[in-house]
């Protein structure tokens, strides 16, 4: 397709200009492609150092954002799902019935006008590194041609972002990866890290207690990770 050559060669190009903010600029425009080549509504891209930490790098629309900002949250969804797995996840009609995996976020997503998912992990070489996450507002499936097409462009989002997951910008094994993001979840960071030291557990526990009050609360982890950095809280004096 002329469209999807045309897009690749437009990310080779931000590439190898290297420009400041350029990067988050070309995984925008991909994921903008992906929406107006396929029969999505919307689409983000979050880069993942694990199972459990994520950071979200564009989203297209208001909905797509409180999409990444529920999963993020409950730590479950159609992107924790693709990342481990390693394939496509496709739900084209979440009317019918909730996806055994993630039914919490499903039932939640059901506030949005949301019907389908389709979520795709993201590979620079053999390393797993991100999803990009669509949705749309209507039930129904992808064709074999647009999935196809999907995959095409999933895989120039993974090219787009190998331009930020690299040196000491993003993805350095150390935790930094997080800092070219604009860092929407800095506080969850800071958050889990004074967590380990208040209860003396490991970080994935750590973070699995904060998403567990701020469900339990019907509050947004980054909001609650905001007030255990500012010591408004302190789960420790929480009853469990």
């Known amino acids: 397709m002329a469209e999807l050559d045309a ?3 437009s990310v080779l190009a931000a590439l190898a200009e290297g420009r400041p903010g350029s990067g988050v600029d070309t ?7 992906f929406v107006r080549l396929l029969p999505v509504d919307g689409a983000a891209v979050s880069v993942m150092a694990d199972e459990g930490h994520r950071e979200v790098v564009y ?24 990342y481990s797995l390693g394939g496509p996840v496709l739900h ?14 499903a039932a939640q997503a059901a506030e949005q006008p949301v019907a389908a998912l389709f ?10 590194v991100a999803t990009l996450d669509t949705y749309r507002a ?18 120039i989002a993974a090219l787009a ?3 930020l997951l690299g040196g000491d910008r993003w993805l350095d094994g150390d935790g930094r990866w997080m800092e070219g993001a604009g860092m929407r979840h800095r506080e969850v960071h800071q958050a889990t890290g004074m967590l380990i030291a208040q209860l003396d557990l490991p970080a994935a526990e750590a973070l699995a207690r904060m998403r567990a009050y701020a ?26």
């Open 59 to 82: 989203t297209s629309d208001p909905v797509s954002a409180a999409l990444a900002e529920l999963q993020f949250t409950l730590g479950e969804g159609p992107c924790f799902e693709a």
């Open 215 to 240: 469900f339990g609360h019907g509050r947004a982890l980054r909001d609650v990770a905001a007030d255990i950095v500012a010591r408004r809280l302190r789960l420790d004096l929480e009853p469990r």
């Open 7 to 9: 897009l690749r060669v």
């Open 27 to 33: 995984v925008g425009r991909v994921c903008r492609a």
């Open 161 to 163: 972002l190998s331009g």
């Open 119 to 128: 979520t795709f992990p993201l590979q620079i070489g053999v390393v797993r």
């Open 138 to 155: 209507t039930p129904g499936s992808l064709t074999a041609a647009e999935l196809a097409t999907a995959l095409q462009v999933a895989d």
């Open 92 to 105: 084209p009609d979440l009317t019918a019935e909730l996806p055994s995996a993630w039914p919490v976020f």
